[in-house]
């Protein structure tokens, strides 16, 4: 389903990528990181099923791209015969392995932000902004309705509409 992959690249692409960036990959390694995880997920897909007592999809991916960054790490192409000597390699060896609650964290901000952009475009721009005004920046109803030339019980409303949508979304991407 075309549709189905394209929302699941947009979704976990950037995921994949900015977990590579973060252990300092370069922005075209990242990229071909991710896109060899992907391709590794299309793949998989066909005799992949979901197990909730297995773990969770979005575990699996951590693992595979965890799995593909170690790899690519590992890679004797990749080596550079460096004469840093044994400072330069206890730096190296003391960088955190890849962490899950980090994963979790990104994908969460990911989801958000989406989820932010699909709504967005199914909203008019000022019942966005009553949203983004007081649930982003955490401004006050009356303040948001006096600037927005709204009552303060439109503002809410408008709020509660957009995070309704909001929610809608996440819970469809939700894996768990």
Do not use: C
Not at 85 to 91: I, P, R, T, V, Y
Not at 101 to 127: K, M
């Amino acid at each position: 389903d075309r549709l189905a992959w394209e929302q699941f690249v947009g979704l976990y692409a950037p995921l994949v990528y900015g977990f590579a960036r973060k252990k300092g990959l370069q922005d075209a390694d990242a990229a071909d990181i991710a896109q060899d995880v992907l391709t590794s997920v299309a793949q998989q897909m066909r005799q992949w099923e979901y197990d909730p007592q297995r773990g969770s999809f979005r575990g699996w991916l951590f693992t595979i791209a965890r799995n593909r960054l170690r790899n690519w790490l590992a890679s004797p192409a990749r080596r550079i015969n460096g004469s840093g000597g044994d400072d330069h390699l206890s730096a190296l060896q003391s960088e955190p392995a890849p962490d899950e609650d980090d994963w979790d964290a990104d994908y969460a901000r990911r989801v958000f932000h989406w989820a932010a952009n699909q709504v967005r475009e199914q909203v008019s721009e000022q019942t966005w902004r009553a949203f983004e005004f007081t649930a982003v920046d955490a401004r006050s109803g009356p303040q948001v309705a006096d600037e927005l030339g709204m009552t303060v019980g439109a503002v809410y409303l408008a709020r509660s509409r957009v995070m309704a949508k909001l929610k809608a979304l996440v819970q469809s991407v939700g894996d768990e």
